[in-house]
């Protein structure tokens, strides 16, 4: 079971992802063109509606399971890593990925993505796994889980580009229908 100050601090977690990646006016932050916010200002428009102190931020990031969040190198500033459905630059260089990466999804999402690729959607990029396991947790947050094995590989030798993202999530704007393949359950 679950204790409040659990839940608390998880949905203060999310409403501070929801502000750094989707909606900073939300909270009344303004995002620089890197997806940087100051960090006091963040806590003062969070604190409006969620409970929310430098020494709580600070452990929302370190214990955040996802490495969804960085501070600057002088711990003015605070940015979601990936994610984010509004354009901000952050500054990821351009990478050649492994030969092969994976994507998890839901079950509900099989038939558009085996007709239109992998898309972005509402965020700047398709999330890629380097491993099945950790494409499966994805998944399985939609429901009942299906992997897809990207050809990341060939696709980087054909003209795509892929970045790696701080917390080793790889990105890409796209995947198109012939990169993918699905992987039977169990794989």
Do not use: C
């Not at 100050?5 to 998880?10: C, W």
Request: avoid cysteine; charged fraction near 30%.
């Amino acid at each position: 079971m679950r204790n409040r100050n659990t839940d608390s601090k998880t949905r203060t977690s999310r409403y501070i992802s929801m502000i750094l990646r989707h909606h900073p006016e939300k909270a009344g932050v303004v995002l620089d063109e890197h997806g940087w916010a100051d960090v006091d200002a963040l806590i003062e428009g969070v604190s409006k509606t969620h409970p929310l102190t430098r020494e709580l931020l600070e452990e929302i990031v370190r214990t955040d399971d996802k490495q969804r969040y960085s501070f600057s190198e002088d711990g003015a500033r605070i940015r979601a890593n990936q994610g984010h459905s509004i354009p901000v630059d952050v500054e990821l260089a351009q990478k050649e990925p492994p030969e092969y990466l994976f994507h998890g999804t839901g079950e509900k999402y099989v038939a558009s993505i085996e007709q239109q690729g992998l898309l972005a959607k509402g965020r700047l990029y398709v999330h890629l796994s380097s491993d099945t396991e950790t494409a499966r947790k994805v998944g399985a947050r939609h429901g009942k889980p299906v992997l897809y094995r990207v050809a990341s590989g060939r696709m980087a030798r054909d003209g795509f580009a892929f970045f790696l993202s701080v917390n080793q999530v790889w990105l890409t704007p796209m995947v198109p229908v012939e990169y993918l393949e699905r992987l039977e359950e169990g794989s």
